[in-house]
């Protein structure tokens, strides 16, 4: 587990994507603020059908961006201004179809676009059914996203939401803050 404070003054964005471990990011929201850091969440629509912006407004005490289609947001090109202030973006969950769009360069929807449009490192915590995690579609976009300098937190091995098991569950939010904060040390 990272030590509190191990985060300090880091400045994290938490992008959530459309999946069921994506009610996980809320304790991971907690956890990341625990360790000091200040976190920011951009979630993807898909996401918004698994867990309510508000969670995440509550849990960071700042304000959630949900498209890039907000006019007050990106009156001022908001979704630069969040890419430019973050220290480290970190996608969890992160599922299959956004592995594919961070590996080949997509950028259709907030997610993707802040993604493309930072120079802050990324990590990526995948969560999907271990079929889909060993598709060879996915083994090549994850290597080519290591290959690109992206941190790949997990996935674990064990129980998956639709009642089967293998690797695919996403990473316990502990052992992602850990990881960041080796990755920040």
């Known amino acids: 587990m990272a030590e509190p404070g191990s985060l300090g003054g880091r400045k994290m964005l938490l992008c959530v994507c459309g999946g069921i471990a994506a009610y996980k990011a809320a304790e991971l929201v907690r956890r990341l603020r625990d360790a000091g850091a200040e976190v920011?969440?951009?979630?993807?629509?898909?996401?918004?059908?698994?867990?309510?912006?508000?969670?995440?407004?509550?849990?960071?005490?700042?304000?959630?961006?949900?498209?890039?289609?907000?006019?007050?947001?990106?009156?001022?090109?908001?979704?630069?201004?969040?890419?430019?202030?973050?220290?480290?973006?970190?996608?969890?969950?992160?599922?299959?179809?956004?592995?594919?769009?961070?590996?080949?360069?997509?950028?259709?929807?907030?997610?993707?676009?802040l993604c493309l449009a930072t120079t802050a490192p990324i990590a990526v915590a995948p969560a999907m059914n271990h079929r889909m995690w060993l598709h060879p579609a996915t083994q090549a976009n994850v290597a080519l996203l290591r290959e690109r300098g992206v941190a790949v937190i997990g996935p674990d091995d064990g129980p998956l939401a639709e009642g089967e098991s293998g690797p695919g569950r996403m990473s316990e939010p502990a052992a992602i803050v850990a990881a960041l904060a080796r990755l920040h040390a």
């Open 40 to 113: 920011t969440v951009a979630m993807t629509e898909h996401a918004r059908h698994f867990v309510g912006a508000a969670t995440f407004q509550a849990l960071s005490g700042r304000p959630v961006r949900t498209t890039l289609w907000d006019p007050a947001a990106e009156a001022a090109m908001g979704h630069i201004e969040l890419a430019r202030w973050a220290d480290r973006i970190v996608l969890a969950p992160a599922t299959a179809d956004m592995l594919a769009k961070l590996a080949h360069g997509f950028a259709d929807d907030l997610v993707s676009t």
